[in-house]
């Protein structure tokens, strides 16, 4: 008998270790959550535990845009500690009805998911597996209009893709084996964005509008932004400008940070964020750096400049 309250037990609790320190949490209970990890202080990311098993935790995700709590997802995690999704999920739209259902395994998408209008009307389905350690390839399996006929079967037929507020087909072109072949277009309520030729999945070509009605070709959908002379030339201008603050000396500081921001459609560096910085002369000292740098030649999406997401690593 005891070995059953014990075992009823374990199933509607769990403890979590916090150095020294261990807090029990309980169905209902809410966990708060800063980059992923659990938080013992408040923030705008949090989850909420429905269901305790002895392998998996039940939760639903919210986040706070504004003054807002939005529903994320309902999935199933291994450990509090981490915020990574394991198991069956069910992703929401802002609204509250259902985006898409699939499973996840270590934080990644894998196998069938389906994906919904906000009407909850099956658009399609996708088939995600994970080829490489951070890498996951996706194909459209199926997919059905807006009247429930079916476009696409195993991978060949038209696709439509729609808005999720007004249903409209923002999207559409031909598959054949899950890969883009001739003529896809995309556009809206007033204007066609781009149009693009495919070949067995691989552009060709194509063009794309900006809202003035201005026309730009490209050949490649993404360019990164480029600093001029390359990798080496960011690498010498960075030794040749960062000083290693005084504080970092003394206490013979060693390891690796990165600096995560954008490049701006002018080329600016704007949005500058320092991972795994463990001192605040550190990352003021890297912010500083990186706001001198003016060689930058800004990126393109779709033939329009666009701004880029760029990562440096700083190595002292």
Avoid: C
């Amino acid at each position: 008998m005891k070995k059953q309250i014990l075992f009823i037990l374990f199933l509607f609790s769990i403890t979590v270790f916090f150095g020294q320190e261990t807090k029990n949490y309980i169905v209902g209970d809410t966990i708060y959550y800063k980059s992923q990890k659990i938080s013992l202080s408040k923030s705008d990311r949090y989850a909420v535990i429905r269901e305790i098993k002895p392998k998996s935790i039940l939760v639903d995700l919210y986040f706070r845009h504004n003054d807002t709590i939005i529903k994320d997802k309902t999935t199933h995690i291994k450990n509090l500690k981490k915020l990574e999704s394991n198991g069956k999920t069910i992703t929401y739209y802002r609204s509250g009805e259902i985006h898409s259902k699939g499973n996840y395994v270590k934080g990644y998408r894998v196998g069938l998911w389906d994906f919904y209008l906000k009407n909850e009307l099956l658009n399609y389905t996708e088939f995600y597996k994970r080829e490489k350690k951070n890498y996951i390839s996706s194909k459209i399996i199926d997919a059905w209009d807006l009247k429930g006929n079916q476009t696409v079967k195993n991978g060949n037929g038209t696709l439509f893709l729609y808005h999720p507020k007004n249903t409209d087909i923002i999207e559409f072109g031909e598959l054949k084996n899950s890969k883009k072949v001739g003529i896809w277009q995309k556009k809206d309520s007033e204007r066609l964005i781009f149009e693009e030729n495919y070949e067995n999945d691989k552009l060709t070509k194509g063009k794309s509008w900006d809202k003035q009605g201005k026309k730009y070709k490209y050949k490649k959908i993404f360019e990164r932004a480029k600093y001029l002379g390359g990798p080496k030339q960011i690498n010498r201008f960075i030794a040749n400008n960062f000083n290693v603050p005084d504080a970092l000396i003394k206490s013979n500081f060693h390891g690796r940070v990165y600096a995560l921001f954008k490049i701006s459609k002018t080329g600016k560096v704007t949005n500058i964020r320092v991972k795994k910085s463990t001192h605040p002369d550190l990352e003021k000292e890297i912010k500083r750096v990186l706001q001198k740098m003016k060689a930058w030649k800004p990126g393109k999406e779709r033939g329009q400049l666009a701004a880029t997401n760029f990562t440096i690593p700083f190595v002292l």
